[in-house]
């Protein structure tokens, strides 16, 4: 069975920091573009980061410089690395795969071209 799953999430204070993993059941990862993606409650789901299968990134505006996004092609893991973690950071965060097709700025954007969703994983930032 071919999957994402997301680890990683939790409940964190204000200022914290956390890194999240996204780990490839059935597939190896090397192949694919990954990005992560949240969803907070009454709210469209959004790109954060993307990464292509040859390590180019993108970061929406809204991430940049607390954000980053990494990938162990040994572990078959792509990891996101949250610092600075505020309340409004609270959501489901998703990982997804994409083939090497178009751009990792069309897939965090666009969701373009996404093969494979994980199921999420929660992270609440609360005091």
């Known amino acids: 069975q071919l999957q994402l799953v997301e680890s990683g999430g939790g409940l964190v204070q204000p200022g914290g920091s956390l890194r999240l993993s996204c780990a490839a059941s059935g597939f190896t990862l090397d192949y694919y573009d990954i990005g992560w993606f949240r969803q907070a409650p009454g709210k469209e789901r959004e790109g954060l980061s993307c990464?292509?299968?040859?390590?180019?990134?993108y970061y929406a505006d809204s991430v940049k410089g607390r954000f980053t996004i990494s990938r162990d092609n040994a572990k078959n893991t792509v990891y996101l690395q949250i610092n600075s973690l505020k309340p409004e950071d609270t959501a489901v965060y998703y990982c997804?795969?994409?083939?090497?097709?178009?751009?990792?700025?069309?897939?965090?954007?666009?969701?373009?071209?996404?093969?494979?969703w994980g199921k999420g994983t929660l992270v609440t930032v609360s005091s």
């Open positions: 990464i292509s299968k040859s390590g180019n990134t």
């Open positions: 997804a795969a994409k083939s090497p097709i178009g751009s990792v700025q069309g897939m965090c954007v666009l969701r373009y071209a996404i093969n494979y």
